[in-house]
């Protein structure tokens, strides 16, 4: 069984203001198992367009439960932000979200009952469905930000780093 028997989503952001509120919309409606939980580590890459005041107002208009923390990290790029988001991140498992992801209701609880069931498995893809503008998805979403992956965290800093899309990693 995992120690504390919740997940840590490290969602990295640059200048996101028009794609963000979506994805922290998903991640508030998680259902969940008893005794689960979830936090949302906001990696704030060097926005300057209002990233984090957005994320906060959403987070709360939302009524979340899960702890919502901004994290700022002024050097630019996808690995300085995931790097920060591992380390300020408070749980075992780590789930990597883009910031145009919209996550199923149910992805913190299969994430933390997948990695309990198979104790020895490091990382987790799993598939998603793309969707377009077109099609009601997010503005700016492609197929390749639906793609979801999931871990421990011992296992990722030994490497190599799986900085695929909107992965998920045990802390």
């Known amino acids: 069984m995992l120690g504390d028997n919740s997940l840590s989503f490290v969602l990295c952001a640059h200048n996101a203001r028009d794609r963000i ?4 919309s998903h991640l508030s409606r998680q259902r969940l198992i008893v005794g689960q939980g979830y936090e949302v580590v906001l990696v704030d890459n060097g926005s300057t367009d209002g990233t984090a005041d957005l994320a906060r107002q959403v987070w709360q208009r939302e009524g979340a439960t899960a702890p919502l923390r901004v994290v700022p990290e002024p050097r630019l790029g996808l690995v300085h932000a995931r790097l920060t988001g591992i380390r300020a991140a408070r749980h075992e498992v780590l789930s990597f979200v883009d910031d145009d992801t919209w996550m199923a209701p149910d992805w913190v609880a299969t994430a933390l009952r997948t990695m309990e069931e198979h104790p020895t498995v490091g990382l987790v893809g799993a598939e998603g469905e793309a969707r377009f503008p077109a ?26 780093f799986p900085w695929g899309t909107s992965s998920t990693v045990p802390g």
């Open 21 to 24: 509120g979506d994805c922290l």
């Open 135 to 160: 099609d009601g998805g997010p503005p700016g979403s492609s197929a390749s930000a639906t793609a979801m992956r999931w871990g421990r965290r011992d296992r990722l800093a030994a490497g190599p």
